[in-house]
Structure formats: structure tokens, C-alpha cells
């Protein structure tokens, strides 16, 4: 059981690029997020995902699209990357109703310059 | 939104002592979790507690959910509980479940 993982560990790109980390779960969960973190806050939730083929917006999601085609996959891309999206990505999943835990991934080391 | 607050933002312990971390926030919650955030930024799941106590080796927790605050006990700190703990809610209105975080407390334990 590998939990939730992501790929790529670390990334840099230039200012416009674009680019997808692709987090996967093998927990069969129904519940996918991706939060941000930036130096010294605690994450922050850009996008989340109810269901596979169903996204909804999060507290931070401009600059940010996302998919989830298959239930254990869950896409966060960056159309034209900005400095301000320098960050860590974290993806997290839990299972449906109220109380359950959720579980997050290594994370994503991302540096726009 | 619901609001989750930390306490003490920075703490130094040295080897062998013992510490209470607080977490006060601002409604009603389903959820709450402790996680521990390592150098390397790894989180780890500490612990899920909505309400009671729950312990774990030279760890611990309560929830009192009807006062609106967790606390995380550690006892006989290592050098290895080094790092960042934070504490996070579901709102009973968030229908994503969606945790929201406090800020965390750094924690550094001296030999």
C-alpha cells in the first residue's frame, strides 16, 4: 500500500511555463485536495475533488486548473506559471462521509523563477 | 470561515522535558487532526481526535469540542520530535470536508 504519492518531487520552471503534478491514491478514496504551503503558514486548499469527474474551487485556486478522469488520480496544472506559485504542493485524500481521516502525500517542491 | 489558532507559535525544549501544545478554534468541528511536520516536510498523521483522548507512546491528545480547543501533549521530548505541529479542523459546515489549518507551532528539542 503506497498511500498517496506525487510526482515530481521537485520542479523549477520559468515564468509562462506550464506544467501537471499528478497525484495518485491506492486507498480507493472518494475525497482528493490540493493544498499549498508557502514559508511559515499552515496549507492552504486550492482545488478538491468529491468524485472522479467532479472538481470544485478551494480558499486559493486562481491560476490553478485541475481533472480527476480516473478515481485515483487527481491533476493540478499550472497554465502559465507566475513567482507567486513558488510554493510546496501537498495532495491529500480521504474516504467519503463525515468522520474520517484524510492522508497526504511527500509533496512538491516548486521554484517559478 | 472557521478560524484555528496555535499556541505557543515557537518553543525550545531540551532533552527530557515535557510540553503542551494548545489549539483553539473559532466553531463547531466534525474533524480534527495533529500532524507533525518533519525537516524534511513530510506531514504526519499524529493524531484524529473530534473529542476525547487518545495516546500514543510519549504522546498524547484531547479534544474538548463543546469548549473549542485540542491540546497535544509530549512527554520526555527527543531531539527527533523536532519540527513543525500543526492542528487542523473540518468545519461541521464544510461539506468537502476540507481541513483548515492553524499555523503551527515549531518545536525544537536540544540535546
Known amino acids: 500500500n503506497a498511500g498517496v504519492t506525487q510526482t515530481p518531487k521537485f520542479r523549477v520552471l520559468k515564468t509562462g511555463q506550464s506544467m501537471t503534478l499528478l497525484c495518485a491514491q491506492d486507498m480507493n478514496h472518494e475525497y482528493m485536495y490540493w493544498y499549498r504551503q508557502d514559508p511559515g503558514m499552515g496549507l492552504r486548499l486550492i482545488h478538491y475533488s468529491v468524485g472522479e469527474g467532479t472538481t470544485a474551487k478551494g480558499e486559493v485556486p486562481d491560476g490553478y486548473n485541475v481533472s480527476r478522469l480516473k478515481k485515483q488520480n487527481f491533476l493540478l496544472g499550472l497554465e502559465s506559471a507566475a513567482p507567486s506559485q513558488t510554493s510546496v504542493y501537498f495532495c491529500?485524500?480521504?474516504?467519503?462521509?463525515?468522520?474520517?481521516?484524510?492522508?497526504f502525500g511527500p509533496g512538491t517542491r516548486l521554484t517559478v523563477l | 470561515g472557521i478560524q484555528v489558532e496555535q499556541s505557543p507559535p515557537d518553543l525550545i525544549l531540551q532533552e527530557g522535558a515535557n510540553s503542551t501544545l494548545r489549539c483553539n478554534f473559532s466553531d463547531s468541528v466534525n474533524n480534527l487532526q495533529w500532524f507533525h511536520q518533519n525537516p524534511w516536510g513530510q506531514l504526519i498523521n499524529l493524531f484524529y481526535i473530534p473529542s476525547g483522548t487518545k495516546q500514543n507512546g510519549r504522546l498524547s491528545a484531547t479534544t474538548v469540542a463543546t469548549e473549542r480547543y485540542s491540546l497535544l501533549y509530549i512527554s520526555s521530548s527527543q531531539t527527533t520530535d523536532s519540527g513543525v505541529y500543526f492542528c487542523a479542523v473540518v468545519g461541521s459546515g464544510a461539506g468537502s470536508y476540507q481541513l483548515t489549518f492553524g499555523k503551527g507551532t515549531k518545536l525544537s528539542v536540544i540535546p
Open positions: 491529500a485524500s480521504r474516504r467519503g462521509g463525515i468522520y474520517n481521516e484524510q492522508f
